[in-house]
T-cell receptor
Framework: GAVVSQHPSWVICKSGTSVKIECRSL??????MFWYRQFPKQSLMLMAT?????????EQGVEKDKFLINHASLTLSTLTVTSAHPEDSSFYIC?????????????FGDGTRLSIL | AQSVTQLDSHVSVSEGTPVLLRCNYS??????LFWYVQHPNKGLQLLLK??????LVKGINGFEAEFKKSETSFHLTKPSAHMSDAAEYFC???????????FGTGTRLLVSP
């Protein structure tokens, strides 16, 4: 149980294009989803917290107009990297938390490797 | 504010020998603590969690961790390493009342035959 599916797993695109990443909870309803960024050989950095039906809460230093987050249903959140540039290349990971509040652990997707040429 | 320190960036063991991955935390209030494992180009898998119940926590794949409040530690152990255990391990803290996870910098476990 508690499977989170992230798609696509790998994206290569030209500078200036926008890229959408999907995060789905397959067997549970996720009222809260989280988006992380991970640079090579580094830890995960929380970008934003996404609550179903409301605006995402962004961490300090994360541009909300650059990284658009939509959490329209209890099983789907999307992250759109707008007008992507090479410095946006990174490994993006989502996680989802089941209902039951903060005591529930976060379940992670397999990540999306984004490469901007 | 809470923080996590993973004392070793790399740990090397031989297959069949014990594993010890060290983690110290700092938290203003009662924390929840987690260990996650990440294999290359994959997301994170939860190994175990401590949420103020038993201080010795057993997880998947033979791993366990002990919460020691006096030492502010939550070290991860396994009696006998397998080759498949080679991965990156993250110690994570969450302060009670908050949903944000704070990650350690990770420890890469290398297992040799």
């Amino acid at each position: 149980g508690a499977v989170v599916s992230q798609h696509p797993s790998w994206v290569i695109c030209k500078s200036g294009t926008s890229v959408k990443i999907e995060c789905r909870s397959l067997d549970f309803q996720a009222t809260t989803m989280f988006w992380y960024r991970q640079f090579p050989k580094q830890s995960l950095m929380l970008m934003a917290t996404s609550n179903e039906g409301s605006k995402a809460t962004y961490e300090q230093g994360v541009e909300k107009d650059k990284f658009l987050i939509n959490h329209a249903s209890l099983t789907l959140s999307t992250l759109t990297v707008t007008s992507a540039h090479p410095e946006d290349s990174s490994f993006y990971i989502c996680s989802a938390r089941d209902r039951g509040g903060e005591i529930q652990p976060q379940h992670f997707g397999d990540g999306t490797r984004l490469s901007i040429l | 504010a809470q923080s996590v320190t993973q004392l070793d960036s790399h740990v090397s063991v031989s297959e069949g020998t014990p594993v010890l991955l060290r983690c110290n935390y700092s938290s203003s209030y009662s924390p929840s603590l987690f260990w996650y494992v990440q294999h290359p180009n994959k997301g994170l898998q939860l190994l175990l969690k401590y949420t103020s119940a038993a201080t010795l926590v057993k997880g998947i794949n033979g791993f366990e961790a002990e919460f020691k409040k006096s030492e502010t530690s939550f070290h991860l152990t396994k009696p006998s390493a397998h080759m498949s255990d080679a991965a990156e391990y993250f110690c994570v803290v969450r302060q009670t009342g908050f949903q944000k996870l704070v990650f350690g910098t990770g420890t890469r476990l290398l297992v040799s035959p």
